[in-house]
């Protein structure tokens, strides 16, 4: 049987706004491939701005060639930001909106300018407009935490929400900037921007090419969510996060207290 891609879109919209996990795609509908599975995340964002919500921007996914080669894929996937996604630094989220709620240390870039197609790194500096630290919120809507990389993409590559901290005008080198994500004001990652496929400006000219067959650019305005820098942390009620990125400044994140909604925490994408 094959897989009707509105309904699986219908099921994962609706597994979102209810924060109730569903079964996995995959294991439902072999045949369901990676070209299914973007066109559902299509249809995903098409019912989102439907209800009045704005495309605002891009993450990165797989940006770690240890990841890569961990789930056996040769390139990065991406999802989509929308307005109704983005988050005040230092606000405060319930997170009984999530189902498996974890949070991942970000680098993100402000367009000032289009790309389009494939670019070079002179030209996707050029089109940097601002820089800043941010923390990615991902979640998955499969049941049991159970997923293969196609029910991944099609879940908007599980990004749910973003928090990005001060813009500040782009300069220097940012391959090599220390990361420290800290829950509840003790470190619990440490890692590197050169995590993020060496530097995070290379993450922006892979999510031009990926953008372009898709049959899109990445417009003036929009932020680039370049990929995590270190493994993901799980969110629990009254957590405080902190990311604290040299040269690019802090950004936080509360959890409100109050019982965690759906079916378990587990390991993002």
Known sequence: MSADLDQIADRLDNAAQSARATGQISA?????SLADAYAVQRRLIARRVA???RVVGIKMGFTSRAKMAQMGVSDLIWGQLTDAMAIADDGVIDIGRFVHPRVEPEVAFRLKTRLAGRVDAGEAMAAIGAVAPALEIIDSRYRDFRFALNDVVADNSSSSGFVVGNWQAPGGDLSNLGMVLSLDGRAAQ???TGAILGDPTR?????ARLAADA???LEPGWIILCGAATPAEALRPGMHVRLEAERLGRV???????DAGGDGVGEGA
């Open 252 to 258: 936080d994140l509360r959890v409100a207290l109050g």
């Open 203 to 207: 993450s922006l000219i892979e999510a």
């Open 215 to 217: 049959g899109l650019a």
């Open 28 to 32: 439902e509908f072999p045949d369901f």
């Open 51 to 53: 209800r009045g919500e």
């Open 190 to 192: 440490c890692g590197s």
